[in-house]
């Protein structure tokens, strides 16, 4: 999924009112949910991106957070909170769909879920929360690949039940209302419209005896240790998919899916452009002018020789090919960009400003003569 600006996503301005961000996530939804576009994997990823962004701009905290840094001000852990995982990822629909759950429910074929998954089913159970958790790393552990270990907290299968929500013995009843089916059908005038069963919440069954470790749910709280390997070449941003580790359904519901969302850290030699990688080497002027070897430091830990031509100048640039960051899921690597910088020293003994002013003469300098100008390159600030 592109990392867009969360405004964008849901095609409102940065001083959008709660009202606005509302209606351009309602338009979002209807447009992208799943049961509209079954079988689309690039509608439920922009259904979900939608989400996301309504999460965080919906909430006054977290989007003063998020206009002032950005995402990297959501801080780590799940669904973009400061250090905890008590949010989820993705929203339920409740608070500001309202009164369009009929509307939904004709518009995709008689079933409308709301959080808690994309995509209810009809006269069955729901699919559990999908997690996101937000992981830190430095430049060298997404370059050479890492795995990590992580603790998940979360709504977990019910072991005393099996995630039926019936105390052990028993078992889930037919639904009297809807009859099994989940569903009930209301007739308003010409038009008739169905809905989600209201006594059993479209899960087509009733527990009369429930279980008292998970109080008829069928889930309870549990902490999941996971590994998890993180590819080499990962950016900030990369979205790692585990299947079904995220939230069980309610009354034995399939898993969600957590989502590990990297995050790279900034690095005190290295500048990340892409692939690539770019090292600024601060060289005496001496080596300009005369040329010579120098060690640069690569993001493996190692060092490589590279050659100074005679004649260089500030601001020249040298590859070192294929020392870059890897493709992920790819071959090969970016390359190693070294920007040169001549270092002018600033209090010069009287032996060298004597040598320096013979130099000069040698090379027949004339400051008024020689100086030369030029156009500032378009990046200058």
């Known amino acids: 999924m592109a990392d867009r600006d969360y405004y964008e996503v849901l095609g409102v301005a940065k001083g959008a009112s709660k009202d606005e961000i509302k209606k351009g996530y309602r338009k979002m939804a209807i447009k992208y949910h ?24 919906s909430d006054d905290q977290k ?17 973009g909170g400061p250090g905890g995982f008590g949010q989820r990822a993705y929203t339920d629909f409740s608070d500001i769909f309202g009164d369009l759950g009929d509307v ?29 958790y937000n992981l830190e790393l430095s430049l060298e552990d997404a370059a050479m690949g890492k795995e990590v270990k992580l603790e998940i907290p979360k709504q977990d299968t019910c072991e005393t039940c099996d995630g039926s929500g019936a105390k052990k013995g028993s078992s889930p009843v037919s639904c009297e209302t809807c009859g099994g089916v989940g569903q009930v059908r209301r007739t308003q005038g010409f ?102 070897d120098i060690e640069v430091p690569t993001i493996d830990g190692k060092k490589v020789r590279m050659k100074i031509p005679p004649g260089t100048e500030s601001g020249q640039i040298f590859r070192l090919k294929g020392k870059g960051m890897p493709y992920m899921g790819g071959y090969g690597k970016g390359d190693q960009h070294v920007l040169i910088n001549l270092k002018i020293p600033k209090n010069l003994s009287k032996k060298a400003r004597e040598l320096v002013a013979e130099l000069q003469n040698e090379l027949g300098d004339n400051i008024a003569k020689e100086t030369e100008y030029s156009r500032v390159s378009a990046g200058y600030q």
Do not use: W
């Open 63 to 79: 989007r003063q957070m998020y206009d002032q840094f950005g995402k990297a001000g959501l801080g780590q852990g799940m669904g």
């Open 191 to 292: 038009f008739s419209v169905t809905t989600s069963c209201p006594s059993c919440q479209g899960r087509g069954q009733t527990i009369k005896d429930p279980c008292g470790t998970c109080k008829g749910s069928g889930v309870t709280e549990k902490r999941r240790t996971l590994h998890i390997k993180i590819p080499a070449g990962v950016e900030s941003g990369s979205r790692l998919k585990v299947a079904s580790e995220g939230e069980a359904g309610p009354n034995g519901g399939p898993h969600g899916d957590l989502y590990v969302v990297t995050h790279i850290k900034g690095h005190e030699v290295f500048e990340r452009q892409g692939n690539d990688l770019v090292v600024q080497a601060n060289l005496p002027v001496t080596t300009g002018l005369l040329g010579g």
């Open 34 to 57: 799943p049961d509209k576009n079954r079988g689309d994997a690039s509608a439920e990823e922009k259904f979900k991106e939608a989400t996301e962004a309504y999460e965080v701009l």
């Open 104 to 132: 939904f429910s004709e518009f995709f074929g008689g079933n409308f879920s709301g959080g808690g998954g994309f995509g209810g089913r009809r006269g069955g159970v729901r699919r559990g929360s999908d997690l996101r």
